[in-house]
């Protein structure tokens, strides 16, 4: 049974590009949600999506979107990158949005130069 | 808003040792998940043990266990028979239950290393 996976695993980008993350859930979930990891930092939760829409929302501008697709895989979008975007990005999937416990993916390391 | 905070950037403990480690929050929910989190070197997020804000009880999951104490907002992780593998990140995170998601807001972590 894969668990949760994301990619790619690394990437570099410069200012003002647009980079897409992905992730697939584990079997079975419906619900991923994706994080921002600073470095030394925790977790910070930029939205979560269920039956293709966006859910929960976190204080995130709107240079990140995201999507979900009928397999339940999720794409995160981040427009105009700033050097402070530079962070690990982690994919969480859960059997549904009201179950608790989420499975996190790998992360994707994001540099922006 | 609710924030979570871990006053413990770094911790060691020697190997079969008990170690503790505090997490604080700040909430007006009265219905509400707390979790620890564990993030190895280079590996993947797990999850480590969960408590129902409703239930008195203390999780206790084998060697990992909570002392939440609800009025004081704190949820803090006992780690007994240290082994060199619980050497990782270590996360309280919070999370508020509602119909259309469930947000989750995480602490600044604290760094355990196990000493052989």
């Known amino acids: 049974d894969a668990g949760v996976t994301q990619s790619p695993t690394h990437l570099i980008k410069t200012r003002g590009q647009q980079v897409t993350l992905r992730c697939s859930p584990k079997s079975g979930h419906d619900t991923v949600s994706w994080y921002q990891q600073a470095l030394g930092q925790g977790p910070q939760f930029i939205f979560q999506?269920?039956?293709?829409?966006?859910?929960q929302r976190g204080n995130f501008p709107d240079r990140f979107s995201g999507h979900q697709f009928p397999n339940y895989s999720s794409e995160l979008n981040v427009n105009a990158l700033l050097l402070g975007d530079s962070a690990l990005y982690l994919c969480a999937s859960s059997l549904s949005y009201f179950y608790n416990e989420q499975f996190f993916g790998p992360g994707t390391r994001l540099t922006v130069l | 808003a609710q924030t979570v905070t871990q006053s413990q950037p770094e911790m060691s403990v020697q190997e079969a040792e008990t170690v503790t480690l505090s997490c604080t929050y700040d909430t007006s929910e009265n219905n509400y998940y707390l979790f620890w989190y564990k993030q190895p070197p280079s590996r993947q997020m797990i999850l480590v043990i969960r408590q129902e804000a409703y239930k008195q009880q203390n999780a206790t999951e084998n060697r990992f266990s909570v002392n939440f104490q609800k009025a004081a907002k704190s949820f803090s992780l006992k780690i007994s028979d240290s082994q060199l593998g619980d050497t990782a990140m270590y996360f309280c995170a919070f999370m508020k239950p509602s119909n259309t998601g469930n947000q989750f807001y995480f602490g600044t972590g604290t760094s355990l290393t196990v000493i052989p």
């Open positions: 999506y269920y039956e293709e829409e966006e859910r």
